[in-house]
């Protein structure tokens, strides 16, 4: 099955700094990469996406990049501010939205924004 | 629409125990997934289902058991709860055949085993 392997697992930064969280996947066949955002004791929420037919894409200040021939992806956010601070998880899947056969994550990343 | 709706929130179960966790979706999604969240990991699929009346095994499925009669609803039991099941569980649901569809989660049952 497919395996997520996620860097680091902690994160500081000072505010107004940029943060990048690679993660790399094993099974070939992915073709679906999305990241999660989850503040302490809520839900996952998606933050953005990448399919495995797009090198990279943007949305304000994140931004996420693929390297199907490595098998790794990366979620870069620049001018970090405190909301940033949360558990951000990477995830692979064959399909897109839930996966065919569901999303394997990563560990995740505790960003922490320091001011 | 409520999106997916799990109940309930928080629970305390002895050792043995058993109790299904309750999932609906009211966005017609032909997908929805069972996640559990252990402290400081990521989450691991238990079981996931394609459509009403076919469920397949996750990457945690060992003590727990789903059905799916309907569309709306996907309820997660637990037979014999042990201490291993002391987690966050997340119902999830998807269109799959939608390409921009996002995986939409529900807000987690909180779940105790001593």
């Known amino acids: 099955g497919e395996n997520v392997e996620q860097h680091p697992s902690t994160l500081s930064v000072q505010e107004g700094d940029s943060a990048v969280i690679k993660c790399t996947y094993s099974?070939?066949?992915?073709?679906?990469f999305p990241w999660y955002k989850q503040e302490l004791g809520k839900r996952p929420q998606l933050i953005i996406d990448?399919?495995?037919?797009?090198g990279e894409k943007k949305d304000q200040r994140i931004a996420v990049t693929l390297n199907k021939t490595a098998k790794h992806f990366s979620l870069h956010i620049t001018e970090t501010q405190p909301e940033d601070s949360a558990v951000y998880f990477c995830?692979?899947?064959?399909?897109?939205?839930?996966?065919?056969?569901?999303?394997?994550f990563g560990k995740g990343t505790h960003l922490i924004i320091q001011p | 629409n409520a999106g997916v709706t799990q109940t309930p929130k928080f629970r305390i179960l002895k050792i043995g125990q058993s109790m299904t966790l309750q999932c609906t979706q009211d966005?017609?999604?032909?997908?929805m997934y069972w996640y559990r969240q252990d402290p400081g990991m990521g989450l691991k699929l238990i079981y996931y289902?394609?459509?009403?009346?076919?469920?397949d095994k996750g990457e945690v499925p060992n003590g727990y058991n789903v059905s799916r009669s309907t569309t709306e609803d996907f309820p997660l039991r637990l037979e014999l709860a042990a201490p291993s099941q002391t987690s966050v569980y997340f119902c999830?649901?998807?269109?799959?055949?939608?390409?921009?569809?996002?995986?939409?989660f529900g807000n987690g049952t909180r779940l105790t085993v001593t």
């Open positions: 999830a649901s998807s269109y799959l055949e939608n390409y921009n569809s996002p995986l939409h």
């Open positions: 099974d070939s066949a992915s073709n679906y």
């Open positions: 990448i399919r495995s037919n797009v």
């Open positions: 995830a692979a899947s064959k399909g897109s939205g839930g996966g065919a056969d569901g999303l394997t």
């Open positions: 966005m017609n999604h032909n997908y």
């Open positions: 289902s394609v459509g009403a009346g076919i469920t």
